[in-house]
């Protein structure tokens, strides 16, 4: 008999009653979208939870979203003689391609090899500085953002930095400090996160006038009237989705315990594994990821989770440099370098089954599948 399937990423939002509680109270106002009552709702919740300002937090449809008017609102969009954004290989497209829907042209850099992120001092002696128009670090698996550095850089070389910060809710609660007043954060709310609307995400800045220009992003460029008087689109959140995160937030201290009773599981069970188990919080909970001695290591692993009925990931895969449409940005205009540790990390990083409600009994039939591997 076949085993259950077992998925890498198995998320619960709120239950159709408690979304329901909240979604009367736009049906009441009969005002279910444009910064609805939910909306503004769920901002205050969430600026109330940071202890931050009330402009600090502004939401968005999703988290690509949030990174597209984020890097409107910030740099605006590219131009002629700075058409490039730094960008590092290692992360998930959407950062990318926001960067491209605001007219820039990836300019992709490598990662450090202990943080998988941006090395910042590097990035201000980029040899096509002068004509970078944005720098787009990442947070990559939820990790610390490097947001005092981010700060510097963008102080030192004037250059607009937008922080792609998508899966840091857990960081960013247990460090308000992080939100900074010169470089924009972006988080996702998708469903695959720690904290979910559904699908969503938020631009954090403790800047009142840059998050002006965030809303109007998000809104066609509107600004109290139908002109569209900046770039823009439409980034709107819904108050459904509102709803399904304010529903969440009620339960959220709950969720984040039973995500750390898992956590505490695999740090027990995965112990022997070779090579490195990384955990929450220095990932954000959603994630289990075992760094495999070599790469033919978690290929055989892959094979035999798969056999096995039971899902994995390599979440950034070799990098954005080596799919299809992004290496169309890799030509000898852009002194292309080596990247070898985002295709080290592509080819060890493995995404492990991880859930709040995930047992001890699932994690150890995944762990006694890799371990028949080695």
């Not at 979910?196 to 840059?210: F, K, Q, R, Y």
């Not at 509102?242 to 969720?255: C, I, K, Y």
Request: hydrophobic share 45%; charged share 15%.
């Amino acid at each position: 008999m076949t085993a259950p399937f077992l998925p890498v990423c198995r998320p619960q939002l709120p239950s159709a009653a408690a979304i329901s509680a909240y979604w009367q109270e736009s049906d009441t106002a009969r005002q279910y979208t444009n910064r609805g009552p939910l909306v503004q709702r769920l901002e205050a919740r969430l600026v109330s939870r940071l202890g931050l300002a009330s402009y600090t937090v502004r939401t968005a449809s999703n988290g690509t979203s949030a990174i597209e008017v984020a890097i409107l609102a910030a740099a605006g969009p590219a131009t002629e003689a700075r058409p490039y954004a730094l960008i590092p290989s290692y992360t998930f497209a959407a950062t990318a391609l926001a960067a491209e829907r605001c007219g820039y042209k990836p300019l992709f850099c490598d990662v450090d090899p202990v943080t998988w992120a941006m090395d910042l001092v590097a990035a201000a002696r980029h040899p096509l500085l002068d004509k970078i128009g944005l720098i787009l670090p990442v947070a990559p698996y939820g990790r610390r953002p490097q947001i005092r550095q981010a700060e510097a850089l963008h102080s030192a070389t004037g250059i607009a930095v937008v922080v792609d910060a998508s899966a840091c809710f857990e960081q960013l609660l247990d460090d308000p400090g992080l939100v900074s007043a010169t470089v924009p954060m972006t988080i996702s709310f998708h469903a695959t996160k720690t904290f979910s609307t559904g699908e969503g995400g938020a631009v954090l800045w403790n800047n009142p006038a840059g998050q002006v220009l965030v809303v109007q992003a998000a809104n066609f460029g509107f600004n109290y009237s139908r002109r569209s008087e900046t770039a823009g689109t439409n980034a709107k959140m819904s108050d459904l989705h509102a709803a399904v995160g304010l529903a969440m937030l009620d339960t959220f201290e709950q969720r984040r315990a039973d995500y750390a009773a898992t956590v505490a599981l695999w740090a027990e069970l995965a112990a022997p594994l070779p090579g490195a188990l990384h955990l929450p919080p220095d990932l954000g909970s959603v994630y289990i990821l075992w760094q495999t001695p070599t790469a033919q290591i978690m290929d055989q692993a892959i094979g035999a989770l798969t056999a096995a009925n039971i899902d994995s990931r390599r979440w950034y895969e070799d990098g954005l440099h080596r799919q299809p449409h992004f290496q169309r940005f890799s030509g000898p205009d852009l002194q292309t370098i080596p990247l070898p540790v985002t295709e080290d990390l592509g080819g060890r990083l493995l995404g492990l089954p991880m859930a709040h409600d995930l047992t001890r009994d699932q994690i150890a039939r995944a762990v006694g599948v890799l371990q028949s591997v080695l």
